[in-house]
């Protein structure tokens, strides 16, 4: 006997402000997770130095990106940084949904919003950095940009912690492990959500039943408790 529950896999944003080490925390989720896919984004911007075609992104050309957004190939896209394209590939998300799976969407606040919009149950996460010195820290320490970028992505930063309020939950990544387990709380309770189970089931209910009323012993228990309370 038991209490079926049956669920579909989640759509789950995780955004972040820049260098709040939302890659280490998606890594760390993946770890030994067979329910939880990373939806692989495909970018118009070139390839950094240590990045892989199709790990990392699937990187095109601008005019591949534009073709694919007139097929109606995304779920959502975005003009993110100096004007390059960045979006999640519809089919492959689509897909994996199907499996039961769960899907991870590491995607910016526009992304964030024209996803919501379509699914609304969608869980959006939204990862800080302690500080904006902490921020400036990280990024100097990096060291992979111009000034200029540097700037760029500042200016991002803060306009996007002004969008939290489009979020479910804000965790602060002031220490890795911390944040991965508050993130995973956070998962673990939406999973246990009413709403986001399909079907709800007990097994063998008539036999339960049936085998409840024929319980001699269990009559005979009752009997003796409601005698010793009438006494
Ligand atoms: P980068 O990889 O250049 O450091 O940062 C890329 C930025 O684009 C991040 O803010 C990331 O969240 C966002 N991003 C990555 N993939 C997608 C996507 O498919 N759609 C949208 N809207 N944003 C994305």
Do not use: W
């Amino acid at each position: 006997m038991g209490i079926k529950t049956k669920q579909y896999g989640s759509l789950i944003i995780i955004s972040g402000t820049t260098c709040a080490g939302k890659g280490t925390i998606i890594n760390k989720l993946l770890e030994n997770n067979d329910e939880m896919t990373l939806s692989i984004s495909y970018t118009s911007r070139p390839m950094r130095k240590g990045e892989k075609n199709g790990v990392d992104y699937y990187f095109v050309t601008r005019e591949e990106f534009e073709r694919k957004i007139q097929n109606g190939d995304f779920l959502e896209y975005a003009k993110v940084r100096y004007g390059e394209y960045f979006g999640t590939p519809k089919a492959e998300v689509e897909e994996i949904l199907q499996t039961g799976k769960d899907v991870l969407l590491e995607i910016d606040v526009q992304g964030a919003e024209q996803i919501k919009k379509m699914f609304p149950e969608t869980i959006l996460i939204f990862i800080m950095a302690p500080s904006m010195e902490e921020v400036k820290r990280r990024i100097k320490a990096r060291g992979l940009e111009t000034n200029e970028q540097i700037i760029d992505r500042f200016k991002t930063a803060y306009n996007e912690i002004n969008e939290v309020s489009k979020y479910n939950y804000i965790v602060v990544n002031d220490e890795v492990n911390k944040a991965v387990e508050k993130v995973k709380a956070i998962l673990l309770s939406e999973k246990c959500r009413v709403d986001r189970i399909e079907e709800i089931a007990v097994e063998n209910q008539e036999e339960i039943i049936h085998e409840f009323l024929m319980d001699k012993e269990f009559d005979n228990e009752i009997k003796t408790i409601s005698e010793r309370m009438e006494q």
